[in-house]
């Protein structure tokens, strides 16, 4: 199950970009019936419009475009949703779990954080139709979801044997390329740039170069002269593998032995000069460097697992009405 805190921190500002600022729900005079109840709880038509516009928004900011013949299923996904969280909460309530207003109140400066003023942030919540009362009964909601969710999964735990039969049964995850780590100094200049432009770029790379063949430190004067936010990490990019760098960058690289410091190297940035601190070969990361991913991967298995369960007992003693899931008051909106 997604994380409830995770979703909400981002919510906002997801909907905000997916609908380029307008508004999603309509006036209406006679509010439509719910689309579902929980224990005689209603989950409203305006909630789940708010729901699915954000789900909607969500997969658009991943690059996942829902067609007509798909709505169908998001939609009863959302409900799905929707129905899970309604009798999580109540569970939520039934075990005194409170959350305390500071709580709430830092979350919600959090979410604020994501515009570039209180003002914009209003005006988003005065075209979503929501308060700020009604954001932070949501937040509180949530917090208190995850509270729930941290208590049911705080036994489940992870063994020894468990992590090694993972790691003997997927030799193919845990293969390490070539890799290399370096340090660079560049000297930014545009591929459009005029010539006068790049040769004055290409004197103060050369003047560098100089100074580094005589013995001067290179991450000196890579945290004193570069132009990349790497400077003030002495140039370091840290370990990286093919195909993450530009391919003249990667080339140069990939060319040099441990200590070597290249030629000045063209890419679109501009000039480099590129020195190698490390190398490591391909081969396989060993157990003892794989085991605390490996055990944050089952934990994360096993926790959802748990939860489900947990989930599917709450159903099996719920009385849940769910109404047939038409369109939104709105349909999902497509930015511009």
Do not use: C
Not at 267 to 275: D, S, W
């Amino acid at each position: 199950m997604q994380s409830t805190m995770t979703r909400w921190a981002s919510m906002l500002f997801i909907i905000l970009v997916a609908m380029g600022g307008s508004a999603y729900a309509q006036d209406q005079a006679t509010p439509p019936p719910p689309v579902a109840t929980v224990n005689g709880v209603a989950i409203s038509q305006q909630d789940f419009d708010f729901e699915f516009q954000q789900t909607i928004g969500q997969m658009a900011q991943q690059g996942q475009m829902v067609g007509e013949e798909n709505l169908p299923m998001v939609r009863q996904s959302v409900l799905g949703r929707m129905i899970e969280e309604e009798l999580l909460f109540q569970d939520t309530q039934t075990q005194g779990i409170n959350i305390p207003d500071q709580r709430v109140t830092d979350e919600l400066a959090r979410v604020k954080t994501r515009f570039p003023s209180e003002a914009e942030f209003q005006t988003t919540l005065a075209a979503l139709k929501i308060t700020e009362a009604d954001l932070k009964r949501k937040i509180q909601r949530s917090l208190a979801i995850q509270q729930l969710i941290s208590n049911i999964v705080l036994d489940v735990q992870v063994s020894e044997d468990e992590m090694q039969a993972f790691y003997d049964g997927n030799p193919s995850l845990f293969q390490s390329p070539e890799q290399v780590q370096a340090r660079h100094i560049l000297i930014k200049v545009a591929p459009e740039a005029d010539e006068a432009r790049k040769k004055e770029a290409r004197q103060k790379i050369k003047d560098l170069q100089k100074k580094i063949k005589a013995g001067e430190d290179f991450a000196a004067l890579a945290q004193a002269h570069s132009e990349g936010p790497s400077s003030v990490k002495g140039g370091d990019l840290g370990l990286f593998r093919r195909g993450q760098m530009v391919k003249p960058f990667e080339e140069a690289a990939f060319g040099l032995q441990k200590g070597e410091v290249s030629d000045v190297v063209e890419t679109r940035f501009g000039y480099h000069l590129i020195k190698v601190t490390d190398r490591r070969p391909a081969g396989i990361i060993s157990y003892e460097e794989a085991k605390g991913r490996i055990a944050d991967n089952i934990k994360k298995e096993k926790d959802g697992k748990v939860v489900r369960e947990y989930i599917e007992k709450l159903r099996a003693k719920a009385e849940i009405v769910p109404q047939p899931v038409g369109m939104p008051t709105a349909k999902p909106a497509t930015g511009g």
